[in-house]
Structures are given as structure tokens and as C-alpha cells.
């Protein structure tokens, strides 16, 4: 009974893990991708009288 607990837990383990890569992959992207959403956020097109 014991091993199968380690078993389960390491199982949980792992899953995490995978999940905490996903979302850190999703950080990194969008990271990168930030000053092209604030620039557009800041002063879109057509409005760059009003935002300044």
C-alpha cells in the first residue's frame, strides 16, 4: 500500500511539473509578444491625437 502511494504521488508529481512547464512556456510568449499589445494599447491608430 505504501508503494502504491509513492507511486500515485509521484504520478501527481510529474503532472505538475509538465503543467508548470506549460505555463511557463505561455509566460515566455507572451513576454516577448508585451511591447507589441502595449504599443497598440497605448496609441492606436486613428486616436493618437486624443492619447497624447
Known sequence: MAHSLQYHIGESVRAIEVEIVRLLD???????HRHIYQAQCVQPKGFGSIYR
Open 26 to 32: 505561455v509566460v515566455v510568449c507572451l513576454s516577448r
